[in-house]
């Protein structure tokens, strides 16, 4: 696994990733046992994990995985580590949810259906008859669950973890991992991507007259998107105190309307 390398106390070398931690000949006490639970959503998230290849064995050497309907298919054993993907879209997935809670010590947030709602938050701010119109035709029912708010799973239960993203980035993922392991507090950027996007040396979005919301959404992907010649679509959440004035004055100068600001923003971040 890449790392970039460091001093553990006592002076020894290690490598970023857990396999680096392993080779430090820190002694794991016991395997925290994972679980992974879907909600509403494209399943993009857990297909990230499984994209790890070789990287998921470095992970199984510190976790063992309980629970992973897409990945494996034993159910019923308990867990440390609870990992949520989706978003709540129904009175039933509150209830599920809270009993996951229950018997999770540790409970992640993972991917931008879970952690802000991401594209089943659109929803909320929708005229659903128009919405069922147009998917299922006029004459169709409105299902019941239609009605329902859609919810990120931190607001219906506590969570000590969130990993962003649409979808994850499996660097942070591997990161945050690593830190719960050997229990230290994962460093969750809360700088808006534009510093990302400066350190790759990119030209900025604006200057191609697009609107990029890297201004005001959070760090920690290494902008991608501006780093390949598209806008940032916001989908790692905005950040936690964004700089109003600056967007602001980059909308004047740009000659950008709050209504198409806003368009872009209700493609993740709807409330
Ligand atoms: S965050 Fe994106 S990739 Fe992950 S489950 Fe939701 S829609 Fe899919
Ligand atoms: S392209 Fe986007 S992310 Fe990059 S500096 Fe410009 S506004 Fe910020
Ligand atoms: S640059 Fe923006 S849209 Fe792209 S991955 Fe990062 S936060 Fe998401």
Known sequence: MPGSGGKLPGGRNYNSGITGFIQSGFAIMKKQRVAVFDFACCEGCQLQLLNMDEKLLDLLAVVDIVEWREGMSEHGAAYDIALIEGSITRPEDEERIRRIREQAPVLIELGACASIGGVNKIKNASDLDEVKSCVYGSSAGLPQFATYQTKAIHEVVQVEYTIHGCPIDLVEFTKVMTSIVIGTKPDIPSYPVCVECKMRGN??????????????????????????????????????DPNVNAARGMMKEYNITLESLVDKIALFNTR
């Open 203 to 240: 030209p900025c979005r604006y200057d191609y007259n697009e609107l990029c919301l890297g201004v005001i959404t959070r760090a920690g992907c290494n902008a991608p998107c501006p780093s390949a010649g598209f806008w940032c679509f916001g989908c790692r959440g905005l950040v936690d």
